[in-house]
């Protein structure tokens, strides 16, 4: 018998991929607990045109993330933040205020996306960080921590 999966199953396969079973294991464990349904002539219509649409979606988010890869690639962000006597940051640079520096320039990207090759960055100067834009494309930007 020929399912569809609704979500990954270990051991099996992953979503909205059709694979072949027994008959048992599909009809009384996979489609009852609605991980899977029946790879009838309808449901595999529907199933190919939800691929091809989500394929296009794919490829849209794809182009839009390498052009902004692109566009950010050469630049520098300014961080500013409060510095003590000594030269020493008080607290840490995170992610949140690099993508405030990023936001200010026009840029708008999740903090979540960004992550640091140092982890606690606790003084002045140039620093790198890597934006994962989309599951292929990752972006090396460098930012500045300056005095405010």
Same mark, same amino acid.
């Given at each position: ?22 008959? /048992? ?23 190919? =045109? ?40 008080? /607290? ?26 140092? =982890? ?27 005095? =405010?």
């Amino acid at each position: 018998m020929e399912i569809i999966l609704k979500q990954d199953v270990k051991n099996l396969g992953h979503k909205d991929q059709v694979v072949k079973v027994r008959n /048992g294991y599909g009809l009384n464990f996979l489609i009852p607990k609605g991980v899977a349904v029946v790879a009838s002539e309808s449901n595999m219509k529907v199933h190919n =045109e939800t691929m091809k649409q989500r394929a296009f979606k794919e490829d849209k988010l794809r182009k839009e993330a390498e052009t902004l890869a692109e566009t950010i690639k050469n630049k520098t962000f300014r961080v500013g933040m409060k510095v003590g006597e000594s030269g020493k940051i008080f /607290g840490s640079v995170t992610t949140i205020q690099i993508a405030d520096a990023i936001k200010k320039a026009g840029y708008n990207i999740d903090r979540k996306l960004i992550s640091l090759a140092d =982890e606690h960055i606790k003084e002045l100067g140039t620093y790198t960080a890597t934006i994962s834009l989309h599951k292929d494309i990752k972006v090396t930007v460098s930012f500045d921590v300056v005095k =405010e």
